[in-house]
């Protein structure tokens, strides 16, 4: 994969094998928005491309409580045995400790704020919606009861009116944004037998 250190790549396949809700897709596809939020920028994509794909190493074993402190140390260890540079490795760092939202500082860097709006479009939209549910069903938030299921979209919405960093992001969050109240719009219709 081009700009990609394959090692890491092997190194993230392992460690997400089996994790359902931010597997390894989940990990490509904040790679290729960080890489399209970064377009015309002055970042460090290598360090931005290292985070994207470590952002959420630790999930199978850390759970979601503090993932970005342990991927961020699982990244740091990594990233030194491989010889990286320690600026590169700290840029790294801050990256994933800053990406989530549910704990961690503010980004402090372009790089990191890329990295938190990249993040935040995979919980969005029609791939949000999917995720949004997976994870509720997982994590048993969720009995799997389709009328129940507009209260699971509600709180996927609410949660997600916050803040962006980049204008893109902001632009793509809300067209995924619409299109997720829409859904949840018909589906009550056709729950009331309307539609
Ligand atoms: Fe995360
Ligand atoms: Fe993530």
Known sequence: MEGVDERVLRYVE?????????????????????????????????????????????????????????SADMAVELLRELGYDEVKIRAVEHCIRAHSRYGGPDPQTAEAEILYDADFLDYLGA???????????????????????????????????????????????EGRLRFLESFLKRLREELEFKA
């Open 14 to 70: 392992e460690h997400l094998k089996g994790e359902k809700v931010s597997g390894l897709d989940h990990s490509l596809r904040v790679l290729r928005w960080c890489e399209r939020l970064a377009e015309g920028r002055d970042v460090d994509l290598e360090a931005l491309r290292l985070a994207a794909l470590l952002h959420d190493v630790s999930i199978p074993k850390s759970g979601r409580l503090r993932h970005y402190d342990v």
């Open 127 to 173: 791939i949000g919606l999917l995720r949004g549910i997976l994870r509720a069903l997982v994590e048993g938030e969720y009995s799997g009861d389709v009328s129940e299921a507009p209260m699971v979209l509600e709180a996927i919405i609410a949660k997600y009116r916050r803040p962006l960093y980049t204008e893109e992001a902001r632009r793509i969050a």
